[in-house]
Structure formats: structure tokens, C-alpha cells
């Protein structure tokens, strides 16, 4: 496996020390996706390229009030957002895009399911082919119930990575959302072959592996027997990355050793 955090440019160094592989970005914040004008965007990028850790994945594709479901979907809105996106992903050398964004993604109440569900499929369909050109792998985020209410389990994302068809849009198992109301290890199994990508924290207070106990033994088994051996991302709460950085990475790598032992 290679081994991120999810965390601003500035704070790669303990990282790197510590042994970490690379760094995941936040796509508004550092891609600075809702802004047309590039100026901002290369004023980051500055940044992005002299952090000591390559920034390889981002997340948090889809701003919250540019919607996918529902009958406010604007989708010459949407194509023009998603472009900018993997443009400047390629620019800054991220591969990976995280597609969570609850909010964009969330069937408004009283809206048909099956209606949203097709909206979804659009988007795929749409964003497949405009990520295949910048060399950018979308990848689809299981969220928890509390968060959002499409795309909450392995298996029904697995599902709609299937639907969408495109090798450019794959799938994500995070092991907070999964140990929340998913750990279903079957499933995690049975699609480990769409996985591209992985995110990792507790369960009770969202912090890094080794700071709460944490049973992360099934989650880690159900990669392992899948076979997935990509990144995994720390995408926790931390009090002091300078000090927690190494104890972590110790933690996630054998987390990761004890179930390929």
C-alpha cells in the first residue's frame, strides 16, 4: 500500500519524516475549483508543488449548492465545474478525485429515487470521459446515513460504478463511513476489485489510526482478500500532526502488515 493524510501543503514535512508517501488535497480549497479565474489557482500551486510530500489524490469534488440530484441539476453548470477540475488536477499532478460531496449528491426529500438515481448515472456517464484526457481517476466515496442518503454502502456504490461503465470512474471504501453503518465485509470484498482508493480514521471521534482504540481488523482483512494494495488516506482530526505524524504511520502500516501476515 501507499501510505497519505488528507492535509494542507504546509504540514507535509512531519509527514515525509514519519514515512508517509504523499498528501490529499481538498479540491475547492487548494485547486481552487470555484474560482474561473486561474490566478488564484496558480498562486496555490506554488504551494502544491514545493510541499515536501507529492500531492497525488483530493477530495471533495462538487461544491454542496451545484446539485446532481433533484430538479435544480444544472448541467451545463456542472460540465463546465467538472472540467475546471481535472484541468487544474493535471496541473498540480493529482490523479485521484474523491467523489463524496454529500450535499451535491443527496436526494432532495420527496424527490424520486428512481429519478435521482439516473441523475447519478448522468454524472458518471458525464464525468468518465472528461477525467480520461488529464489522466484523472474519479473515485466514489460510500458515505455514512447521517451524511448523506444515496451512495451509502459499498454494495449500492459498487452498483453505480458498474451502471456508470467507464474506467475512469472507480470506487472508494472509507473505514470511518464503513465502520459507522456499512461493515458489510462480504461486499467490501466482492468489490475490492473496483477500488482505487481508501480513507481511514476512527470510528467514534474521527482520529488518526492508534489515537482511540479502533477494531479496524475486518475492514483491513476485506482489502487484503480482495487484493487491493493501493493508497490509503488518513482523513482524521489531529491535534498535533508534528508529534502524532510517526505514531500513526506505525499504526496504519501495521494495521495493514497484520492482515497480509
Known amino acids: 500500500m501507499q501510505y497519505g ?13 514519519a514515512g508517509f508517501d504523499f498528501i490529499e488535497l481538498h479540491v475547492q480549497n487548494h485547486l481552487k475549483t470555484t474560482e474561473a479565474d486561474d490566478q488564484a489557482f496558480l498562486d496555490e500551486l506554488v504551494r502544491i508543488k514545493g510541499a515536501a510530500l507529492p500531492a497525488t489524490a483530493a477530495n471533495c469534488f462538487v461544491p454542496g449548492d451545484l446539485k446532481i440530484t433533484g430538479p435544480e441539476v444544472n448541467w451545463t453548470a456542472l460540465e463546465a465545474y467538472v472540467k475546471r477540475v481535472f484541468e487544474r488536477a493535471q496541473a498540480a499532478s ?28 448522468r454524472f458518471g456517464k458525464l464525468i468518465g470521459p472528461l477525467a480520461a484526457p488529464h489522466d484523472v481517476m474519479v473515485v466514489v466515496e ?3 446515513q447521517q451524511e448523506c442518503n444515496v451512495l451509502t454502502s ?6 453505480y460504478v458498474r451502471a456508470v461503465d467507464h474506467p475512469n470512474v472507480r470506487l472508494l471504501v472509507d473505514a470511518y463511513h464503513w465502520g459507522i453503518d456499512d461493515h458489510d465485509f462480504e461486499a467490501l470484498v466482492a468489490n475490492a476489485e473496483l477500488l482505487r482508493h481508501a480513507h481511514i480514521a476512527t470510528v467514534d471521534h474521527r482520529l488518526p ?53
Open 5 to 17: 493524510v488528507c492535509v494542507d501543503p504546509e504540514l507535509a514535512p512531519p509527514l515525509a519524516e
Open 94 to 121: 493529482v490523479q485521484t478525485i474523491v467523489f463524496g460531496s454529500g450535499g451535491a449528491r443527496r436526494i432532495p426529500d420527496g424527490f424520486d429515487r428512481e429519478a435521482a438515481w439516473e441523475q447519478l448515472v
Open 142 to 144: 460510500p458515505l455514512n
Open 154 to 159: 459499498v454494495g449500492e456504490s459498487g452498483r
Open 209 to 261: 489510526p492508534g489515537f482511540e482504540p479502533c477494531a479496524f481488523g475486518d475492514f483491513f482483512r476485506a482489502l487484503h482478500i480482495g487484493g487491493y494494495d493501493g493508497p490509503i488516506s488518513i482523513e482524521a482530526k489531529w491535534d498535533d500532526i508534528a508529534q502524532q505524524a510517526a505514531p500513526a504511520y506505525q499504526a496504519l502500516t501495521a494495521l495493514a502488515q497484520a492482515a497480509a501476515g
